[in-house]
């Protein structure tokens, strides 16, 4: 018997041994994750503290200004924006912003052209055709350029390229959002922060696309026509009854927790569409309300329908065509306020036979 106690103390004493390893190796990792927990709270402090500073990009330099529309607070969003939602509202600013539109002057229309910061071909043509007409039936036509922030691989040179374009036209606005195709909500909601600040006195404004033929004679008889509302207006080639669509393989996908409804509210097609210079202020003012979705002109709809106000259909629909059939007959051609052309070349060429005059033949 007595031969087998050495063995059971040195079991004993190897338990024992075993037990404090464990509680040691227990002490240290509640101690390594009392230091891990600290260390996050410090550096999630750091980071709060550090992104709620309101500091410029340096890259841009100097000129920024707030955009300062204030009719209704406009919180930072308390959602991820996602791959369906966009980044609106928010505190963007103007980095470039010295056009004499609706500051020294008080245009009865101003044309709005959102554009690629790259696209200078665009903007050259339209300063050649339809924009350069500046007194139409005895109304004063303004063209402005609403860009964004160049792609991040050629920012610095094409900034430097946009202030130059600038300073020999003076018609661009520039906001310190990225320019993209997904961010084309946050371009649509700057535009109307920079009208509803600036242009109260003016009447009505046309945002058009770049690749769109304007006829502004046509479209300034439209605006001056007494049936035309100068309020809650807005027209352009409106769809009723737009279906969300559901297929995930497809470019304008919406899932049901997104929109849970079948269908969008009406709303006049991004191409080009008109609204009386009320209506930017009071857009405004209910977006808060809305989670903007990335598809521009249907998040307009949505708005709209929230403001209870209806675009309108023009009194032709053969006034906005998104595919029209070239080319067009000089009749044809007398009737279109705005069509998507396919090339500068094509917008040229329509341009001068309007310049010329067109009209249906007997």
Not at 124 to 151: A, C, H, N, Y
Not at 157 to 185: G, V
Not at 305 to 317: A, F, Q, V
């Amino acid at each position: 018997m007595h031969s087998f106690i050495p063995e059971k103390t040195s079991q004993r004493e190897s338990w024992f041994r075993r037990s404090r390893q464990r509680t040691v190796l227990m002490e240290n990792r509640r101690r390594l994750k009392k230091i891990f927990i600290g260390i996050l709270v410090g550096v999630t402090v750091t980071i709060i503290y550090l992104t709620a500073e309101d500091k410029p990009e340096p890259l841009y330099g100097p000129g920024y200004k707030k955009n300062n529309f204030t009719a209704s607070p406009t919180p930072e969003p308390k959602w991820d924006p996602g791959p369906y939602h966009v980044a609106y509202p928010r505190n963007y600013r103007f980095i470039m912003d010295d056009t004499p539109t609706c500051k020294t002057t008080s245009p009865f229309l101003i044309l709005m052209v959102p554009v690629a910061p790259a696209d200078v071909a665009s903007r050259d043509t339209i300063r050649r055709t339809w924009g350069s007409e500046k007194l139409v039936l005895g109304q004063q036509i303004e063209t402005v350029f609403i860009v964004g922030l160049p792609e991040r691989k050629a920012a610095k040179q094409l900034q430097d390229e946009l202030r130059e374009e600038n300073k020999q036209h003076h018609d661009l606005i520039q906001s310190n959002f990225q320019d993209s195709y997904h961010n084309l909500t946050i371009k649509t909601m700057v535009m109307l922060e920079w009208l509803a600040e600036h242009c109260s006195k003016s009447t009505f404004i046309m945002k058009i696309d770049s690749d769109i033929l304007l006829h502004v004679k046509k479209l300034v008889s439209l605006l001056l026509d007494l049936k035309t509302p100068k309020e809650n207006y807005m027209t352009g080639l409106v769809w009723w009854h737009s279906p969300v669509l559901r297929n995930p393989f497809i470019k304008f996908y919406m899932p049901k927790d997104v929109i849970a409804e079948s269908e969008y509210p009406p709303y006049p097609l991004g191409m080009a569409y008109v609204m009386s210079l009320d209506l930017p202020k009071k857009i405004l003012s209910v977006s808060p309300q809305i989670k903007p979705i990335y598809i521009e002109d249907a998040y307009l709809g949505m708005c709209l329908k929230r403001l209870g106000i209806s675009p309108t259909d023009p009194p032709d629909e053969s006034m906005f065509q998104v595919t029209p059939q070239h080319p067009l007959s000089s009749c044809d051609l007398s009737k279109v306020i705005a069509m998507t052309t396919t090339s500068i070349s094509q917008m040229q060429v329509y341009w001068q036979r309007i310049q010329q005059g067109v009209q249906c033949g007997a």
